[in-house]
Each structure stands twice: as C-alpha cells, then as structure tokens.
C-alpha cells in the first residue's frame, strides 16, 4: 500500500519471506492468503503472486454490529452523526438518528453507509444525552437499556441519493442510485425496536445468508 511494490509487480517467494522475517512457510501462506481474498495480490501457478491494487471492498453480511464487524477486521469504525433529533410518526414518538458510518484510513475516513434509525422514545427514554459519533448505538441498547437486537426483516431496493450523500460515500455524480435495506429490528422478546434505512456505498459487497431446512 506504500508504494514498495507496484501494480503488477511480483513480490517476494514464499521462500524469500521466511528469510525476510524470521517465520515458517505456513504463516507466510497464510499472510499471501489474505492478500488474495482481499484483492490486493494475485497468485499465478509456475510463475509467482503479483501485486493487483483493486479497491477494497467491505462485505456487510451482518445486518448491525457495524462496529464489532470492523473490530473483527482490526479496523477502527466512525460514525459522523448528521441528524438527531425526535419526530411524530404516528402519533408515537420515535428519536430519528441518521449518522455515515465508515473505517478510519491513514488519508482520512472512508464512510461506506448512510444509516437512519427510528427507535421508540417509550423504550429508550433519554437517547438524546448519549454521542452517537463516539458510541456504538447497539452497545448502549445492550448495556444501559438491556435490550439486545435479535433479528431483523429488511428490504432491498434501490434509493435515489442526493449530492450530499453522493459526496460522503464517495459516488460518482453520475450515479442516481444506491444499493438500500430498509426494515424492522426485533428484539429478545420479538418486540419492534428499531425502524431502520441503511444507503450503502460503491465500496461495500452486500452478502445475504440464509440457512436450508
């Protein structure tokens, strides 16, 4: 990434780098591994691993935990909150918080989601008093409010972005439209705990998983 290696060019053997530090033909197989499956290295058999500088991407599998998920990866999450406030949907009063969430880079933050949520004031009193560009919302769920997400029922469609999220997720000017679920969070007891809309950027794979019976 610091420019030592340029695009195409062939790093070191697997030989040469048990030398270069100290290790064993394992640990450096599985380093060259996780090069591959980030898209940073290319292994060509009979002739070496060559570098390939495609943009990383981040492969949201798990609807929330967006902090846990890049504290899986050794990366540090951010949240700029840009809205917060309490509306009438209704007549129930819900605290809206709307935040970009990305991964801190050495250039700066890379923000891959534009998140907005609806949580039920009458289940969460007193939301409003916590910073949610410094904590995690589902963490103070858990731990002052002891309620933890269970599971969520989301829908995929496409979501026509303004200039302003099209300038913090990085999108071409070009582009009209973004990748959005939009849903329902349940929790423990199967209760509706939050309304959610996630926007998500050019720099995020969207996996589903689902069990077979």
Same mark, same amino acid.
């Given at each position: 990434? =610091?420019?030592?290696?340029?695009?195409?060019?062939?790093?070191?053997?697997?030989?040469?780098?048990?030398?270069?530090?100290?290790?064993?033909?394992?640990?450096?197989?599985?380093?060259?591994?996780?090069?591959?499956?980030?898209?940073?290295?290319?292994?060509?058999?009979?002739?070496?691993?060559?570098?390939?500088? /495609?943009?990383?991407?981040?492969?949201?599998?798990?609807?929330?935990?967006?902090?846990?998920?890049?504290?899986?990866?050794?990366?540090?999450?951010?949240?700029?909150?840009?809205?917060?406030?309490?509306?009438?949907?209704?007549?129930?009063?819900?605290?809206?918080?709307?935040?970009?969430?990305?991964?801190?880079?050495?250039?700066?933050?890379?923000?891959?989601?534009?998140?907005?949520?609806?949580?039920?004031?009458?289940?969460?009193?007193?939301?409003?008093?916590?910073?949610?560009?410094?904590?995690?919302?589902? =963490?103070?769920?858990?731990?002052?409010?002891?309620?933890?997400?269970?599971?969520?029922?989301?829908?995929?469609?496409?979501?026509?972005? /303004?200039?302003?999220?099209?300038?913090?997720?990085?999108?071409?000017? /070009?582009?009209?439209?973004?990748?959005?679920?939009?849903?329902?969070?349940?929790?423990?007891? =199967?209760?509706?705990?939050?309304?959610?809309?996630?926007?998500?950027?050019?720099?995020?794979?969207?996996?589903?998983?689902? =069990?077979? /019976?």
């Amino acid at each position: 990434m =610091n420019g030592e290696y340029k695009q195409g060019e062939a790093i070191p053997s697997e030989s040469e780098m048990m030398k270069m530090f100290q290790t064993t033909r394992g640990t450096v197989r599985k380093a060259i591994s996780m090069l591959v499956t980030e898209g940073l290295v290319e292994q060509i058999r009979g002739k070496g691993t060559f570098v390939r500088l /495609n943009p990383l991407k981040y492969s949201i599998w798990n609807f929330g935990g967006f902090t846990d998920y890049l504290k899986s990866r050794n990366e540090v999450a951010v949240s700029e909150v840009l809205e917060q406030t309490t509306v009438n949907m209704g007549g129930k009063a819900y605290f809206k918080l709307v935040r970009a969430r990305g991964v801190k880079k050495d250039t700066g933050v890379l923000y891959l989601t534009v998140d907005t949520s609806y949580l039920p004031v009458s289940l969460f009193p007193g939301l409003e008093r916590y910073d949610f560009g410094k904590e995690s919302l589902y =963490n103070v769920l858990r731990n002052d409010y002891r309620i933890y997400p269970g599971r969520t029922e989301i829908t995929l469609s496409p979501e026509e972005v /303004n200039d302003k999220i099209k300038e913090i997720l990085q999108v071409d000017k /070009n582009e009209t439209s973004l990748l959005k679920a939009e849903g329902v969070v349940f929790d423990q007891n =199967n209760t509706e705990i939050e309304k959610v809309k996630v926007v998500y950027g050019p720099h995020v794979e969207f996996k589903i998983m689902t =069990n077979m /019976n």
